[in-house]
């Protein structure tokens, strides 16, 4: 069982920079690949931003693309963080992590940006952008 810290959420204006980390409980994320997700009040579950088991690939959603940096620390139990920069009011909602344990041989977007491919997801912080 992995359990699954996020922090780094806070209250921050528009144009301002917040990196979330999730980094395991227990253990390493090793081989893991890690996504993030966000809900906004009234919405569904939307991708944000995911890294493959193998760090070959990341992945964005079109509205955080150039804004949002996916990364993993290999030197720090493998914490994956997210690098939010140029934040919008649109940014607000509570953001996920997500480990997939599963290290298939071969994947695409699509798979990571599934919230089914996930074993594990962290309980959530909350990113709120003033405009």
């Known amino acids: 069982q992995v359990q699954l810290v996020e922090s780094g959420g806070g209250l921050v204006q528009a144009g301002g920079s917040l990196r979330l980390s999730c980094a395991p409980s227990?253990?390493?994320?090793?081989?893991?690949?890690v996504g993030w997700f966000r809900q906004a009040p009234g919405k569904e579950r939307e991708f944000v931003a995911a890294?493959?088991?193998?760090?070959?690939?990341?992945?964005y959603t079109d509205s955080v693309k150039g804004r949002f940096t996916i990364s993993r620390d290999n030197n720090a139990k493998n914490t994956v963080y997210l690098q939010m920069n140029s934040l919008k009011a649109e940014d607000t909602a509570v953001y996920y992590c997500?480990?997939?344990?599963?290290?298939?041989?071969?994947?695409?977007?699509?798979?990571?940006?599934?919230?089914?491919?996930?074993?594990?997801w962290g309980q959530g912080t909350q990113v709120t952008v003033s405009s």
């Open positions: 890294i493959s088991w193998s760090d070959r690939n990341t992945y």
């Open positions: 227990g253990r390493t994320f090793s081989n893991y690949g």
């Open positions: 997500a480990a997939d344990s599963s290290r298939p041989l071969a994947y695409s977007s699509s798979y990571y940006k599934e919230g089914r491919s996930y074993d594990y």
